[in-house]
């Protein structure tokens, strides 16, 4: 079937640790995004990607990174300079940036820094 | 600077009908979508309106107004399944997505 594989769903990491989530799609999107999702507030971008080789940040960019060296996979960096990364974390693509088809999300990665 | 409104928590008998609202103020508008997320999992698409008026599917329906920046969501005869938030997004002049916050809709029995 075709869908949104993220891994790992539950990731525990020290402070100073940088972790890399993992983002995989077969629906042959070409836009790929990240979102954060913290209590009581909406979805907040982190980065997103609309080809291969290319991603642009979004609006909470700092202390992450992510490549896009291949079409399926848009993986993201939490480093050490994020300063409160504990969080939901969600993978989503769509066919084209601005498509105003829906985006599919993978199940989400949570991330508690202990 | 733009903003989503939604309620944050409804609650709601099985059997009956809810609306939730969503107020919106954007850099343009370039379409509305509802999503629905059950806790601790991923939003699921529910409907996506760019035109004035009502589209329904199912138990489900969403209205647009965009002269008054505002939507909703209608879920008629409610199940415990629908138990979850419900969260809007609006599509601004960059194409990009601004979320509502969810309402976290409680159904009782």
């Known amino acids: 079937d075709g869908g949104i594989t993220q891994s790992p769903k539950y990731l525990f990491r020290k402070e100073g640790q940088n972790v890399t989530l993992s983002c995989e799609q077969n629906?042959?999107?070409?836009?790929m995004y990240w979102y954060r999702q913290d209590p009581g507030q909406g979805l907040r971008l982190i980065y997103y990607s609309q080809i291969v080789n290319d991603f642009q940040k979004g609006d909470i960019a700092e202390g992450y990174s992510v490549s896009r060296e291949k079409k399926e996979s848009f993986p993201l960096t939490v480093t050490s300079a994020q300063k409160n990364p504990t969080a939901f974390y969600l993978c989503a693509s769509s066919d084209a940036l601005g498509s105003t088809g829906e985006l599919f999300f993978g199940e989400g990665s949570r991330l508690t820094v202990l | 600077g733009q903003n989503i409104d939604q309620p944050t928590e409804m609650t709601a008998t099985e059997g009956a009908i809810v609306q939730i609202n969503c107020t919106y103020q954007?850099?343009?508008?370039?379409?509305l979508f509802w999503y629905q997320q059950h806790a601790g999992e991923a939003p699921t698409f529910l409907s996506y309106n760019v035109l004035d008026g009502l589209e329904e599917k199912g138990r489900f329906s969403s209205f647009l107004s965009r002269s008054k920046g505002y939507s909703y969501l209608l879920l008629k005869e409610l199940q415990m399944k629908d138990s979850a938030s419900y969260l809007c997004?609006?599509?601004?002049?960059?194409?990009?997505?601004?979320w509502g916050a969810g309402t976290k809709l409680i159904i009782k029995p």
């Open positions: 997004a609006v599509m601004d002049s960059n194409y990009q997505l601004i």
């Open positions: 954007t850099s343009g508008f370039n379409g």
């Open positions: 629906l042959n999107h070409d836009a």
